[in-house]
């Protein structure tokens, strides 16, 4: 089997989103109790992930839902502190893997169509592209709401493929969520890759769709996957 098209998921895969929110809420939490919230850090910590986890990660009132649970009055003062020391965390860490960039460029100069396909928010993943500066490096970017659904299943894989001109069959998909990416690119036909780091690393897979057919732990071992089905 000849693969000609390599797609690839964003958080975790291409960066450590997972460190990368870990210690953006914990450097959050941090600034909040400096700026006078009366709370532990343990505490204060796990109401924001509860709150996250709640209402989801694209919700920009974060803060003042945690204030509320918190029994406390929304403080303009310390939300800004929350969202300053957010902000300046999330990008000092908005960095590629080291191997990131080096394997995309190996993938583009052996011949292979390189893309993207992702869930989430627009306008947050293209940031994501931009700020890691990979934007240009694919050949096709397919964002699952751009195309019209609410997540990453099977039809926005679709879409990718016939942008970059492939097949299921010739086409691999690199993530590392089962049940939010590998899932949805196996009901699409294509190979999974499963790349083991970040929050999904210890997820077990709960249906036959979820269980991957090959796992890394860093993007170079695509090359020896790809060399195998030759």
């Given amino acids: 089997m000849v693969i000609k098209c390599i797609l690839f998921g964003i958080d975790d895969t291409l960066y450590d989103a997972s460190l990368q929110k870990y210690l953006a809420r914990m450097n959050a939490v941090r600034a909040m109790i400096e700026a006078g919230l009366p709370v532990d850090p343990e505490t204060a910590f796990n109401t924001l ?7 989801g990660e694209d919700y920009d ?38 191997e990131t960039v080096p394997t995309l460029l190996k993938l583009r100069d052996h011949g292979y169509k390189i893309g993207v396909a992702s869930a989430g928010n627009p306008v947050k993943q293209w940031e994501k592209l931009i700020r890691l500066g990979l934007q240009h490096l694919f050949h096709h970017v397919v964002i699952a709401k751009e195309v019209g659904y609410e ?24 993530g590392c969520s089962l049940s939010e990416e590998l899932v949805h690119a196996k009901a699409a036909g294509l190979l999974t890759v499963r790349v083991k780091r970040g929050s999904h690393r210890s ?20 090359f020896k996957i790809i060399e195998e089905m030759k």
Avoid: C, Q
């Fill in 203 to 222: 997820e077990t897979p709960k249906t036959p769709g979820e269980t991957p057919d090959y796992e890394i732990s860093n993007l170079t071992e695509i």
């Fill in 61 to 98: 009132r974060h803060f003042d839902r945690m204030l509320e649970r918190l029994g406390l009055r929304v403080s303009p003062r310390i939300i800004a502190a929350a969202v300053a020391a957010y902000h300046d965390t999330k990008f000092a860490y908005l960095r590629p893997h080291p």
């Fill in 151 to 174: 997540t990453l299943e099977w039809h926005v894989f679709e879409k990718a493929l016939k942008a970059l001109n492939s097949t299921p069959k010739e086409s691999l998909f690199v």
């Fill in 49 to 55: 992930k509860a709150i996250v986890a709640e209402y």
